[in-house]
C-alpha cells in the first residue's frame, strides 16, 4: 500500500527532527492532484506512529485545491484533473498547485 509507505516517511522524519521530544501535532498538505489518499494517510497514522516519538500526536491534513496557468493567455485556472485544459482551450498549462505533499508543520511537547 503507497499510503502506509508514505506515512512511515513522514513520520521518520518527523521523528528525527524532533530530536527526541514528543511530537504533539503534525500537520501536512496533501495536493488533490498528488494521488495520495488523505483517508488512507489517515487511517495508516496511529498505527505507524505507536512507539515513536509521534505516539498519540494529532494528525491534521490540509487539501490543496489543484490549480495551473495557461501559456498561451497566462490565466490562472483551478484544476479538477492533471489533464484540465484552459478554459480558453489551450492544453499549454502550467501546474502550480495540486501535486505537493508537504509536512507544514510539527508542535513538540514543552521540555519539562
Ligand atoms: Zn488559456
Known amino acids: 500500500m503507497h499510503e502506509l509507505a508514505i506515512t512511515r516517511n513522514i513520520v521518520t522524519l518527523v521523528s528525527e527532527a524532533a530530536a527526541g521530544r514528543r511530537v504533539t501535532r503534525v500537520t501536512?498538505?496533501?495536493?488533490?492532484?498528488?494521488?495520495?489518499?488523505?483517508?488512507?494517510?489517515?487511517?495508516?497514522f496511529d498505527v505507524v506512529a505507536r512507539g515513536t516519538a509521534?505516539?498519540?500526536?494529532?494528525?491534521?491534513?490540509?487539501?490543496?485545491?489543484?490549480?495551473?496557468?495557461?501559456?498561451?493567455?497566462?490565466?490562472?485556472f483551478p484544476t479538477e484533473t492533471?489533464?484540465?485544459?484552459?478554459?480558453?482551450?489551450?492544453r499549454q498549462t502550467v501546474r502550480l498547485r495540486g501535486e505537493e505533499l508537504n509536512i507544514k508543520s510539527m508542535e513538540l511537547e514543552e521540555a519539562a
Open 28 to 44: 501536512l498538505e496533501i495536493g488533490k492532484l498528488s494521488g495520495v489518499m488523505a483517508e488512507a494517510i489517515e487511517f495508516c
Open 54 to 76: 509521534l505516539d498519540g500526536a494529532a494528525l491534521e491534513i490540509r487539501l490543496i485545491d489543484g490549480a495551473a496557468q495557461c501559456r498561451d493567455c497566462g490565466r490562472e
Open 82 to 90: 492533471l489533464f484540465t485544459r484552459c478554459p480558453c482551450g489551450s
